[in-house]
T-cell receptor, first 110, second 116 residues
Framework: QKEVEQNSGPLSVPEGAIASLNCTYS??????FFWYRQYSGKSPELIMF????GDKEDGRFTAQLNKASQYVSLLIRDSQPSDSATYLC??????????FGAGTRLTVKP | EAQVTQNPRYLITVTGKKLTVTCSQN?????MSWYRQDPGLGLRQIYY???????DKGDVPEGYKVSRKEKRNFPLILESPSPNQTSLYFC???????????????FGPGTRLTVL
């Protein structure tokens, strides 16, 4: 069974702090890794994707992938109240089968 | 505007009454998928399609059918809906990147289905 695990939260951080979101996956054959943000009642929207080991930065967001540890994370620097949402980790197997974690709910307090 | 559209957005129906949820994308994407989202379980893929006339089962295909007769459309059919199919449904599309990876998925606005 191919599993994608995330802490459900809620994760609460003060405004301006770094929020760290973690995700582990079970299948070593995983190829592509995605972080989506989902506001309540809305559809998911892509924040970051990463295919290779290491870090990938985009503005305030950094995705980190460690395939040996089967671990992918998302760091949000200078967190803002508008970042409050549920963050979904998604893992693609053979580019067809896409598995999502249950999501981590993040609250950024002013 | 590039988008994925779904209809209807909300639907209340009764057990056994066949229904179709339509999905259409205007980005010429090869991949299309259907997901259901339930509290605590996240998004689970029902069916996906890699191109016209090519479909395959995802994690939770039981009770659902799909077809891909045109590239832009990917309807989800519930032949005999049951209460355990009450859920929030999302359609998504994505492109096939040059390196073989699946590109960013664009999601539709969702269809909230209640089966009584």
């Amino acid at each position: 069974q191919k599993e994608v695990e995330q802490n459900s939260g809620p994760l609460s951080v003060p405004e301006g702090a770094i929020a760290s979101l973690n995700c582990t996956y079970s299948d070593r054959g995983s190829q592509s890794f995605f972080w989506y943000r989902q506001y309540s009642g809305k559809s998911p929207e892509l924040i970051m994707f990463i295919y290779s080991n290491g870090d990938k930065e985009d503005g305030r967001f950094t995705a980190q992938l460690n395939k040996a540890s089967q671990y992918v994370s998302l760091l949000i620097r200078d967190s803002q109240p508008s970042d409050s949402a549920t963050y979904l980790c998604a893992v693609s197997y053979n580019n067809n089968d896409m598995r999502f974690g249950a999501g981590t709910r993040l609250t950024v307090k002013p | 505007e590039a988008q994925v559209t779904q209809n209807p957005r909300y639907l209340i129906t009764v057990t056994g009454k066949k229904l179709t949820v339509t999905c259409s994308q205007n980005m010429n994407h090869e991949y299309m998928s259907w997901y259901r989202q339930d509290p605590g379980l996240g998004l689970r893929q029902i069916y996906y399609s890699m191109n016209v006339e090519v479909t395959d089962k995802g994690d939770v295909p039981e009770g659902y059918k799909v077809s891909r007769k045109e590239k832009r459309n990917f309807p989800l059919i519930l032949e005999s809906p049951s209460p355990n199919q009450t859920s929030l449904y999302f359609c998504a599309s994505s492109s096939h990147l040059s390196g073989g990876e699946r590109g960013e998925q664009f999601f539709g606005p969702g269809t909230r289905l209640t089966v009584l």
